[in-house]
């Protein structure tokens, strides 16, 4: 039976159209592939382009038996940096955990804009990397990567095989795009930043 103490809880932040849902629901997947009992779930509000969304993962080595919102988060991932301005990101956020923004800032400058909050900060420049991989601004890929790479979630080697194939699968009539979110997610491992 899982509890708060075995499993791992991310939350996500992004806007209607940035992502974040498909970026919540593809770590869901891998996650699965992996192995964990998974749930991964969308917050519905007034659904519409550019409009702030809320998604959830929970990821356990044990049968999830809590079906709510996620309160208390371990991680945090905020897929759009001016959210932070008027969305309260660290709400419940574990200062055991981390908190993930793309964002051009360093973690040391985006730390005074997190109201004290006192756990890591990263920071990782999605919008730059999605341009350079996939030719536009698609920042949930990457997100998705840095996000495996700072809470140590799943095994680096197995997880990039198991999106590729997740990819292949997804994209399986345009197999340029795959090499492009490999690529994505290959960088933003390597480039987030930890503070």
Known sequence: MADMKN????????RGGQGAKTACLLLADVAFTA?????????YGPERMGAPITAYNRISDYPNTVHSNIYYPDYVVVVDETLISNVDVTAGLSEAGAIIINSTKTPEELRPMLKGYAGKVCAV?????????????LPNTPMLGAVVA?????D???????????????FAT????VDGNMKALRMSMDEVKIG
């Open 156 to 170: 680096r080697e197995s997880f990039l095989e198991n999106m590729e194939t997740s990819f292949k699968h997804k």
């Open 35 to 43: 192995g964990k009992d998974v749930q991964g779930f969308p917050e």
């Open 125 to 137: 420049d999605a919008a730059s990397i999605s341009m350079e991989a996939l030719g536009k601004n």
């Open 174 to 177: 345009k197999p340029q795009v």
């Open 150 to 154: 700072v809470s140590g979630l799943l």
């Open 7 to 14: 499993s791992v809880e991310i939350r996500w932040h992004g």
